[in-house]
């Protein structure tokens, strides 16, 4: 992975980690929290995967390909939860999952 | 920090991260998951710490005494909203909180 | 994933997380650390997915089967780094390492 | 804590676990390693408590204020031990580390 690319997919990473939190949090203080309970839970694991593989590849971690693969799974799942939901937290981290969905797998 | 003792609060993290995360795993399933939003986002600040501390004590960290004092707060403060439900998760969250709390405080 | 194939896969997982931690340490206090760089660097990234995939299971991640599937990956390459060293530490972590990366293998 | 406040920590905190996991990359080709022990060490608390608080304060924790001073006391332990080390990723890192001790204060 060029140095450049690996730069990006960092920051990438960072975004969507930051989206997710957002919306994990925001889907906590909604009225009609059940509905978003899948919301809540996808933004959890694809938070938590986004912090990881981001720590990881600055750290010259030999996995990269093992890891931004899964990564890339869980961030399409998230993408197509929030999708669903017309809050603008939801359609943001829709957004920065699937970019980042996009950038794993080029790095996969 | 005498080797038991170590091991043993490393257990005990062990044990209430897997509760808080029980917790959690149940309360987004729960009917009226509004009630349970508290519970959710402390189940897992809690669970994360307690991870986070267990790791940090078997690699050698110089910080055992910071980190066992945030864990121990963040686990009283778990375990005081947990206790306020009648669910079986969220009572045996809060024992596993309290018990982490204790342990926490004497380490550090 | 029958509930106690799931309960020993944690507990093996947290074994690992403990065998490889220890690794480090010690290895960060071996005279000739300069042979353990590699051995340093993979008892991290197997430490941290052990930890993290433990903690994904106990929640509910809809992701075990590519998360387990990533974690035997690095596994077998830090036991098969540690396995090439006498140290006790290192052949313990090793052990540690094979049976996780199985136990993962079962999962995914 | 404000919105630009906590914009800006969150930012701060993600620059200076880069600047860590760079040193400890780096530290662990370094020809002589062993000197380089307590900053391989510490540039992996540094790393993991950044990314743990950054995550935190962006899904809304309550519990910013401890977490912070943590992860200040972190912060400038491993500013110090990078600062005695000529190697330009320590002195970056060093840098990095002190910006974030400061910016946790303030939070804290």
């Given at each position: 992975?060029?140095?450049?690319?690996y730069?990006?997919?960092?920051?990438?990473l960072?975004?969507?980690?930051?989206a997710?939190?957002?919306?994990?949090?925001?889907?906590?203080?909604?009225?009609?929290?059940?509905?978003?309970?899948?919301?809540?839970?996808?933004?959890?694991?694809?938070?938590?995967?986004?912090?990881?593989?981001?720590?990881?590849i600055?750290?010259?971690?030999?996995?990269?390909?093992?890891?931004?693969?899964v990564?890339?799974?869980i961030?399409?799942?998230?993408?197509?939860?929030?999708?669903?939901?017309?809050k603008?937290?939801?359609?943001?981290?829709?957004?920065?999952?699937?970019?980042?969905?996009?950038?794993?797998?080029?790095a996969?």
């Amino acid at each position: 992975m060029a140095y450049e690319q690996y730069q990006s997919l960092v920051e990438t990473l960072h975004d969507c980690m930051v989206a997710c939190n957002h919306c994990y949090d925001a889907c906590l203080k909604e009225e009609n929290e059940n509905m978003m309970a899948d919301c809540i839970r996808l933004d959890r694991e694809c938070a938590d995967i986004c912090a990881y593989v981001a720590q990881s590849i600055v750290r010259g971690t030999p996995f990269v390909s093992e890891l931004t693969q899964v990564c890339a799974a869980i961030c399409e799942a998230c993408g197509n939860e929030c999708k669903k939901h017309d809050k603008e937290h939801c359609q943001d981290c829709a957004e920065a999952c699937f970019s980042c969905a996009e950038a794993c797998k080029q790095a996969a």
